[in-house]
């Protein structure tokens, strides 16, 4: 399940840098318990504008995961 995870985390492009989150490095740990997971996402600044966004974006495309209900993101500073 993990590794659907990542596939649909390699599709969320930053569109400052032109190459996907998971690539650059962006999500730091991914865990999974029963039906849900949870990222931890480590923006390139603290004081990113497009945070909102990539929560957004890593919501949908965690939860599109079959099994996957529940997804929590936490923001490391």
Request: some cysteine; proline content about 5%; charged content about 30%.
């Amino acid at each position: 399940m993990k590794n659907k995870i990542i596939t649909k985390l390699k599709k969320i492009i930053d569109p400052h840098i032109g190459v996907n989150i998971y690539d650059l490095g962006l999500v730091k740990k991914i865990t999974i318990k029963d039906d849900s997971a949870e990222v931890l996402f480590k923006p390139t600044s603290p004081y990113c504008p497009m945070i909102s966004y990539f929560i957004t974006e890593i919501e949908k495309a965690v939860k599109s995961v079959k099994g996957i209900n529940k997804v929590k993101i936490k923001i490391e500073k």
